[in-house]
């Protein structure tokens, strides 16, 4: 009895949400052993249940909640769970993670794996545990904010324990990036994944649970998970480590800037003159009053602010991130760092992206300085740069779809197809999701990253932060001392494919088991052999005790979420860079003049990835080699793969 | 780590000790409930907080964190509110629940009013901190050095009341300046 493998809770969930019935299911051996968990379970799931006939907002979609076997293991920083489907932002594959406590309460609840079919005729939200699981009427929660939400449930069910991941206003109305928002202010927050469990008239999934979970070989696996630990522990990341639990990802504002990647005035440039004052040190002298951390993380990246007094006071809330302060600070020209605090809060509480909201309201404010929208478009809001007013008008219209917050409310690419003109030319977007928060013309390998990711212009599925932040002990031990020169020049398009590629599978892993990115892109201390290491003593799959084995298995992820995407019509021609970060040298700042050379760094990436250069499709060897024959069949039914 | 084992209790049985408990300093607390977890493997050889015997109560709203933990007390309530006696001090002075007079029927839980016990939701037994007989788990895996073991003489007192002071200001109970 129970699931061969340890360190999972053996179950996964598929829920009927037409009929209302929860079906509990044993976990597939194969599921574990070829595709580990989290990101890599989903990517056979998706293929397996959608593709082209799907649209991402219909009950034909499903989503799908999944961990990994380190998820609440005691590995540091493993607190972390995802999400994945189609996306209703860019039709294609959907993945979001987040950190926070409802990942290991869903295993320790008696579940891997949640997926959620079809659309409830009610508002529901679904309750796991202790091995069970059903749906419950959520009517009186449709409409209310994430707290509301979450404070709800926990008084329902009288346990101030539960862990919860809820969908906010946004998710329900049909905003293409709705997000879903983990306990208070974690977010799984891209690609709309909110939005799809909108649809399906899911309010939330809660979790409590005392089930536990087991090792393979409980003493072998606290020992190698004590020398990951240890390696966290090593000197040569001290000052990376500190700075993370003392600013978290705040300190990217001043480092980003320093180099010229800063996204400014809707990506025009990347240096941004103002950046001190939405920076690391002003946020941590006057307005951070907490440390805290995800489950089980002794990085502790998370900071608490409040704002004591004036028209944004509020009581302690979880800080925005980086890319928050990017999305609505430089990125609009807004230098007023407590509206950022309110407009990250607000999203979160509205449980919306901030990242897109940030950027189409960006792009917004841009057509406003060009003249391709006017007052008579916005309904008479005045979008000149930086006017907090304006911003903050409309993210509550973007959230409920009124007026001109139904235009933004589909993101920047389909508004700006709506718009016409040459609103195109401003839409940062890379297969409809906007821009994250870096700027290839700055850092060449970002081009790539953003081209080939499969969700889009997101930094978290490749983003190398080698030659980016200096590590060159990294470099060396990875790709060899005489390749060090050109990988570390942040500005040189040369190796860049190979290390993508290499830092692709990586993350596919990272993903999968799943853990943080912090830890593995910065600082790069985990690598494959972190994998061989300890998953075989906490699971007891040996074969992932072998490298080879390990690689194998991050390419068939990234494979297979590659074809998943192509099987909807992506292929070189959509892994391209928006005009703006393709055709326009950077203008002002460190980075003065540059522009990437994609073409270059694609030739590179597609030869080593094993993918047909004209097409970006993958070679029939490849597929064979990684065991995804069913992939390579279906494919070639639909004519999409060609005799190499 | 060494600074910790230090404080630590003599494992040698019989030898003259003075009692020991764990302090917490809440100002290092984040949160991340890594103790909960050492705790569980410790005592059950799982990955189960719900089996800790050191709780970290949260609101987040409120930005409360207090992990919770035995305060191996002078005058325990919990041993006074066990009708099969139970709870007894052990040869290392330890606050200790012997499984096999345990009936869980939850008369230290609610006698306690430090959440410092609880019961067992597998054995539904009592369960409560036994200092892992010297080296307790979970001062091993705080990795902000927020648990300690202290002993419960003039500077272990101090150490305490130091943790306490700290809370009491955060949760308002002492008023700072605006």
């Not at chain 1, 989903?42 to 034909?60: A, M």
């Not at chain 1, 983003?463 to 060396?476: C, D, K, Q, T």
């Not at chain 2, 084992?5 to 764990?22: D, H, N």
């Amino acid at each position: 009895m129970g699931f061969r493998y340890k360190g999972y809770a053996g179950k996964y969930l598929d829920v009927d949400l037409d009929k209302g019935k929860v079906h509990i299911k044993d976990m597939e051996e194969e599921w574990a052993l070829l595709y580990l968990g989290g990101t890599g379970i989903s990517s056979k799931i998706l293929w397996d249940r959608t593709g082209p006939e799907t649209h991402p907002l219909s009950p034909d979609n499903i989503l799908i909640v999944g961990t990994g076997p380190l998820t609440g293991s005691m590995f540091s920083p493993s607190g972390r769970f995802m999400f994945s489907g189609m996306s209703p932002q860019t039709g294609i594959w959907a993945e979001s993670h987040s950190g926070g406590f409802f990942g290991p309460e869903m295993k320790y609840a008696g579940f891997d794996f949640i997926i959620l079919n079809g659309r409830s005729p009610n508002p529901v939200y679904l309750y796991l545990n202790d091995g069970d699981a059903e749906l419950k009427d959520a009517s009186d929660m449709w409409g209310r904010e994430t707290d509301t939400t979450t404070d709800m449930i926990r008084e329902q069910h009288k346990d101030p324990s539960i862990e919860t991941a809820t969908i906010g206003p946004a998710g329900e109305n049909g905003v293409l990036y709705g997000c879903i928002i983990v306990d208070y202010y974690r977010a799984a927050g891209r690609t709309g994944l909110g939005t799809v469990m909108g649809s399906k008239n899911v309010k939330a999934i809660a979790a409590s649970g005392a089930l536990g979970l087991e090792a393979h070989d409980m003493d072998a696996y606290l020992e190698a998970n004590e020398e990951e630990l240890a390696k966290v522990n090593d000197e040569l990341w001290e000052s990376s480590i500190a700075s993370l639990r003392k600013y978290g990802t705040t300190d990217l504002v001043a480092m980003i800037n320093e180099i010229g990647r800063l996204p400014t005035k809707n990506h025009w440039t990347g240096f941004y003159e103002d950046a001190d004052d939405i920076g690391p040190e002003v946020i941590a002298n006057k307005y951070r009053i907490n440390q805290e951390a995800c489950y089980g993380c002794g990085i502790g990246c998370k900071y608490v602010f409040r704002v004591k007094e004036g028209r944004f006071s509020r009581g302690p809330t979880g800080g925005p991130e980086y890319e928050t302060l990017m999305a609505f600070g430089s990125n609009c020209l807004n230098n007023d760092i407590e509206s950022i605090f309110h407009l990250g809060t607000r999203c979160d509480l509205l449980g919306m992206d901030t990242i897109s909201a940030g950027k189409t309201i960006g792009f917004a404010m841009e057509l406003w300085e060009k003249g391709i929208i006017d007052e008579e478009d916005t309904g008479g809001l005045d979008l000149s740069w930086g006017n907090v007013d304006a911003m903050i008008q409309l993210v509550e219209m973007i959230a409920s779809r009124e007026g001109f917050g139904e235009l933004l409310s589909k993101g920047t690419r389909q508004a700006a197809k709506a718009i016409g003109n040459d609103a195109w030319k401003y839409a940062v977007h890379v297969k409809g999701l906007e821009a994250s928060g870096q700027d290839p013309r700055a850092h060449q390998s970002v081009g790539l990253t953003y081209a080939t990711n499969v969700r889009g212009a997101d930094h978290l599925r490749s983003l190398s932060s080698l030659e980016e932040l200096g590590y060159p002990e990294v470099i060396n031990a990875r790709f060899g001392k005489e390749k060090f020169e050109e990988i570390s020049k942040i500005t040189s398009p040369v190796h860049k494919g190979e290390v993508i590629k290499d830092i692709e599978d990586l993350y596919a892993l990272v993903d999968s088991a799943v853990i943080c990115k912090y830890g593995t892109m910065w600082p790069p201390i985990y690598y494959f052999d972190t994998f061989t290491n300890v998953i075989p003593p906490l699971t007891g799959m040996s074969q992932w005790g072998d490298p080879e084995f390990v690689r194998t298995a991050a390419e068939r992820i990234c494979h297979l979420r590659r074809a998943y995407n192509h099987r909807l019509g992506i292929t070189r021609e959509q892994e391209t860079l928006p005009r703006r970060l393709l055709k326009e040298p950077m203008p002002t700042g460190p980075a003065k003049g540059g522009l990437p050379d994609l073409d270059y760094m694609l030739d590179e990436y597609y030869e080593l990835r094993g993918c047909d250069k004209e097409t970006g499709l993958p070679k029939k060897d490849k597929l064979r080699e990684l065991g995804l024959e069913y992939v390579y069949h279906d494919l070639a039914r639909r004519g999409m793969m060609q005799s190499y | 780590m060494d600074r910790k084992r230090e404080a630590g209790i003599p494992k040698k049985k019989g030898s003259s000790i003075l009692k020991k408990a764990l302090a917490i300093d809440n100002s290092r607390c984040t949160g991340c409930r890594n103790c909960e977890l050492a705790c569980s493997v410790e005592h059950t050889q799982t990955f189960n907080p719900r089996r800790s015997r050191i709780q970290v109560l949260k609101k987040e709203k409120r930005d409360i964190i207090m992990p919770v933990v035995c305060l191996q007390c002078e005058n325990p309530l919990c041993q006074e509110a066990c009708p099969t006696g139970a709870i007894h001090r052990n040869e290392e002075e330890i606050l200790t629940v012997n499984p096999n007079s345990c009936i869980g029927c939850g008369n230290c839980v609610n006698a306690c009013i430090y959440g410092g016990i609880a019961i067992d939701p597998i054995t539904l037994k009592a369960i409560k901190c036994d200092l892992c007989g010297g080296n307790p788990a979970c001062v091993e895996a705080c990795e902000y050095d927020a648990i300690s073991v202290v002993t419960l003489d003039g500077d272990g007192l101090r150490e305490r009341a130091q943790g306490v002071g700290d809370l009491a200001k955060k949760y308002g109970l002492v008023r700072e300046e605006a």
